[in-house]
DNA sequence: GATGCATACTATCAGTTTGATATATAAATG
DNA sequence: CATTTATATATCAAACTGATAGTATGCATC
């Protein structure tokens, strides 16, 4: 078997961090509005993880800052990767198999709809149309953070995230009768792999 | 405006494992089971969260549960739900707005292809394929926990899963070439809302 | 002119979840 | 004979979530 890999750098908030950072210096309120823009829709995270994943990086050496007064508002405190920064970034990078994980309240509750009236299993599938319509509605604005926005990857991910949205759509007006008939009716779509 | 929810209950591990008892008593290690082959694709959960929840439901008698001995087997501690165990679900099922959350470390990194090597990129594409063909084997397999595994819920999310994955693919497949070729291409799929 | 809200910035904390590990026995696999 | 798999419990450090807190300015709204 090939060598474990030496040393495990996952995929996480720390890391992004770092990934951020190789687009230009950023204080932590700015990597936070770059998760509520976009990173957030695929990889959520709040100041409990950022402002913490920030210290433990430069604890590490990985990344560097500087506070910087201002005038009427709080300090920043810029950050900058170093060369340590980037090669542990490296490292993450070349992690094979990277994870892709759902967790869906949503369809754990879909699950036990034979407990909830009718009018509960509408609400809850109109609410969820709603929000994908936003989230949609949203992608077309497409508020890219990272000065280099136009990026291959992000163009990527964006259309990614577009599809899917579609998709979910789609699969779940076609098929929201099943739900809350009580006759027997079949998936109205088939898919082959 | 409506008064708030006078005390949310979340459609947490605890409230799936209530879900679960609904059809039946069961041990953690069942549930464990349960959670492996069919919700833990969209709702994962390992000892780590079982059996701390099934300690707190039984600390608040939501649950009961009885020690049942085993030859040649560790102990069985055989959960059942209780009636304000299913007030409480009935509780969590009222809830209009179940959250759907997705935490990608596949795309967070392909959000940094461009700090990635062709090679690289092309070993996490095909990883991310075949382990969607493996979802997509293991779910024509259907191996259903619950004893009324036909009910429409469980039925729904299935194709749920199935069609999402297809989509995955085919969004994956066909603009793949995006991310490793230098020059411009565009998106192969464009979505209408 | 006061009250509240939005923006800009930092940071912490309780509660949950993750993923690995520990313990113990038996059966199957190699 | 050694290893892995299955049956069952449980715990722990590290990470993450979502809310809250503090502090200062400006901008509406009443």
Redesign the interface.
Known sequence: MPAALADDV??DVK??CL?ML?DGPASGYDMKKCFEST?G????AGYGSIYPALATLARNGLVEFEEVPQEGKPDRKVYNITDAGRAE??K?????????????????????????TDE?IN??ID??LT?L?SF??LL?ELPICQA?GS???????A??G???A???KR?INE?RD??TQSDTKD?K?A???
């Open positions: 996952a995929m890391t992004v990934g190789t990173f829709h695929f990889f959520p970034l490296d993450a990078l070349s992690n094979p198999t990277p994870t892709h994980k759902v967790r869906s309240e949503f369809l754990a509750m879909m699950c036990f709809a034979h407990l909830m509960q609400e809850v609410n969820k929000e319509d949609l509605k077309d280099d990026n291959k990857g992000t163009q990527f991910v259309g990614f577009r599809f899917v579609s998709s979910l699969y098929n099943m739900l998936l779509i898919v082959g792999n």
